[in-house]
């Protein structure tokens, strides 16, 4: 499970703490994580988590601003479980 500061609205530059809570029953590693533009490329953010118990992560956030309205953020993870690789992303919810 993938969340930001209890869902709530974010704004452009300003942090916000993201979470990351996994459920695994072999070895788990991060292998990627970033913040990209899902609406139109704006290059991306990475991110670092550091674990907070035995299967929380956590990282801090921020996105850039942009001059549309319309611009769309996401979160991406890359991550292995017994080393197979899966993807979760999370479309940011911005004000």
């Known amino acids: 499970m993938l969340w930001v500061d209890d869902n709530l609205k974010l ?10 809570q996994v459920e695994q029953d072999g070895p788990f590693e991060i292998k990627s994580a ?3 533009g899902k609406s139109m490329n704006m290059g991306y953010i990475p991110l670092f988590f550091s674990q907070l118990n035995k299967d929380t992560y956590i990282a801090q956030g921020i996105v850039g601003a942009c001059d549309t309205d319309d611009m769309v953020w ?7 479980i017994d080393d197979v690789v899966k993807q979760i992303s999370l479309t940011l919810p911005m004000i």
Request: proline residues 0%; hydrophobic residues 45%.
């Open 11 to 20: 704004q452009a530059e300003s942090e916000f703490l993201i979470r990351l």
């Open 34 to 36: 970033k913040i990209d």
């Open 74 to 80: 996401q979160i991406v993870i890359d991550y292995s």
